[in-house]
């Protein structure tokens, strides 16, 4: 699976943006799909997840501000950010998990909010 996320970019806080990850390399709609985060000095962190069902989860921090969304016809995940806070300021990464259990990593996209 190759993903290549796309949509970061510098924002005021309280402002949006909108990710993309657009997936190939294998049928896309049976793929869990993720998007995390890594700021600096932290650790990469599970922001949303969506599963090839359609079930969500969010974290804590996202909750109410995020938003996550696919559209298997164009083998594409997105992360709708809303209300951006100064601390979501990070690296953000598309992970896809195929029904065998095996995980794929995009390259990161960088979102600044600044304040």
């Known amino acids: 699976v190759q993903l290549q996320a796309s949509g970061g970019g510098l924002v005021q806080a309280g402002g949006s943006l909108r990710l993309s990850c657009a997936a190939s390399g294998s049928i896309f709609s049976r793929n869990f799909m993720g998007w995390y985060r890594q700021g600096p000095g932290t650790q990469r962190e599970l922001v949303a997840a969506?599963?090839?069902?359609?079930?969500?989860d969010y974290a804590d921090s996202a909750k109410g501000r995020f938003t996550i969304s696919r559209v298997n016809a164009k083998n594409t995940v997105y992360l709708q950010m809303d209300s951006l806070k100064p601390e979501d300021t990070a690296v953000y990464y598309c992970n896809a998990v195929n029904p065998s259990g095996m995980n794929f990593w995009g390259k990161g996209t960088l979102v600044t909010v600044s304040s």
């Open positions: 969506i599963t090839s069902g359609g079930s969500i």
